[in-house]
């Protein structure tokens, strides 16, 4: 099956051969020729299978056959949660619209705010943007969204998490017509926060899904490890590095300063790393996620800034030092490696502070997890026993005290966990980021 076949335009078609990509992948061929017919859509599919051109090939290929509602406005809009997903949407974007007259601007926080107000004057028709800035922008009334044709949302999960669900209401209210196609894109769209944005912002979806995000990815070779305390699990980071034949790789961590702490210890072992964090300035993120893309380091310690979508074809090994607390953001972190066909090890170090994300991921996967091990570097932790709920006690059935007439107490068996020998915290006591939080500006 080609790409013509699913109603790409035929122009659009020859741009993709010219970078080697000829034959549509699963989610490609099922998501295209949905979204070419002008449907909304929910589309699923795991990490690296291709949803980028799946969203995009209907984008151009609409906006390069049909007529403009408006000849100012936006035509298509994407919406990604991080800047770096934007960076890595938009390039792809201008690689395919180069030559067809189609322009694109890219609108994230960090960037001069003047030049994209130049930039949206230019009338592009393709926006890539955060919602944040995005949002300031229609505050401003630097441009307007009545004549928007398509929305859509990269990592749709992620937009809600970070906490754009206002401004992404904002920007459904600005373009609230008719004649607007949605399309919401994840690996991991099961969410009820999901399903009531979608029911606002989308008319009668149409549903693809082709894997659940808690289907085994056969590309990525998942392992878990125990890890006693902090230098144990720096033991086991290093020999995890060394065990990786080839290729790059990205350790995730928890914090800020566990990143610039790590890369340290990592460059001690005379790898070329590279930290990158929410925290650091835009340029800086786009200067270490380039050297990193153009092979200028072999280990990216991160957090979980670059756990969404990032395509980064060389990556072989992804290890979390620490678990994240939701079990879907795990899912994304070891889909930056196994992308596109190529294989690749999620390796996870599993402390008592790790448990109970351990068990989400468990629980999220519907497997039971067994641990691997490293000769020489067994530790003494092997998990918390897990409780076994007793039925709740009826009062009627409550044992009573014959003689005295009184409710005997019952004997409570020591909790282990509870009594379990504190194991030092790996380097910030906090642990991972919270769940929830409002996104920081520099953080879209
Ligand atoms: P994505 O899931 O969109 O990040 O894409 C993952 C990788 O697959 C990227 O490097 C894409 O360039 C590549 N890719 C996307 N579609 C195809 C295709 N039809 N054939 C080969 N590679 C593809």
Redesign the pocket.
């Known amino acids: 099956m080609s790409f013509e076949d699913l109603g790409v335009d035929k122009r659009i078609a020859s741009q993709l051969s010219h970078i080697g990509?000829t034959?549509?992948?699963d989610i490609?061929q099922q998501a295209v020729p949905v979204a070419i017919a002008g449907h909304d859509l929910l589309a699923q599919s795991k990490?690296?299978?291709?949803?980028?051109?799946a969203f995009l090939l209907p984008a151009i290929t609409r906006l390069s056959k049909q007529k403009a509602l408006s000849k100012r406005d936006p035509r298509a809009l994407i919406i990604t949660p991080t800047r770096e997903l934007a960076n890595q949407v938009y390039k792809?974007l201008t690689l395919i619209i180069a030559g067809t007259g189609l322009k694109a601007t890219k609108i994230v926080g960090g960037d001069n705010y003047n030049d994209q107000v130049k930039a949206l004057a230019k009338d592009p028709q393709f926006v890539v943007a955060t919602p944040g800035r995005l949002v300031d922008h229609l505050d401003d009334r630097n441009f307007y969204l009545e004549g928007l044709e398509l929305l859509i949302l990269d990592e749709a999960d992620r937009v809600l998490e970070l906490g754009f669900k206002e401004q992404i209401e904002k920007i459904n209210t600005a373009a609230n017509h008719r004649l607007r196609q949605t399309l919401f894109f994840s690996a991991t769209l099961e969410h009820a926060e999901v399903d009531a944005l979608s029911r606002n912002l989308l008319k009668n979806p149409k549903r693809v899904t082709i894997d659940a995000s808690t289907q085994e990815h056969n590309d990525i070779t998942q392992k878990f490890f125990l890890a006693d305390h902090l230098d144990h699990k720096i033991a086991l980071l290093i020999a995890a590095t060394k065990s990786a034949e080839s290729g790059q790789q990205i350790v995730f961590t928890a914090t800020r300063d566990d990143t610039v702490k790590l890369s340290e210890i990592l460059e001690q072992e005379g790898y070329k790393t590279l930290a990158l964090s929410g925290d650091m300035n835009q340029s800086k993120r786009n200067s270490i996620m380039d050297a990193f893309s153009r092979g200028q380091a072999q280990i990216l310690v991160t957090t979980d800034v670059a756990s969404r979508?990032l395509?980064l074809?060389n990556v072989s090994q992804v290890i979390n030092f620490d678990l994240p607390k939701q079990a879907e953001e795990y899912v994304h972190r070891i889909g930056r490696t196994g992308?596109?066909g190529f294989k690749g090890n999620a390796l996870s170090l599993v402390s008592a502070k790790d448990w109970q994300s351990f068990k989400a991921i468990e629980s999220y996967l519907s497997k039971r997890i067994g641990f691997s091990e490293v000769n020489g570097l067994v530790g003494k932790f092997k998990g918390f026993k897990e409780k076994t709920h007793q039925p709740k006690q009826n009062v009627k059935t409550k044992s009573v005290n014959q003689k005295t007439n009184k409710h005997k107490k019952p004997f409570k068996k020591p909790n282990k966990a509870k009594t379990a020998k504190a194991i030092p915290a790996p380097f910030d006591v906090d642990g991972v980021a919270p769940l929830k939080r409002r996104p920081k500006k520099d953080e879209e």
């Open positions: 990509i034959t549509p992948t490609q990490t690296g299978s291709g949803k980028t051109f792809q979508g395509d074809l992308r596109a």
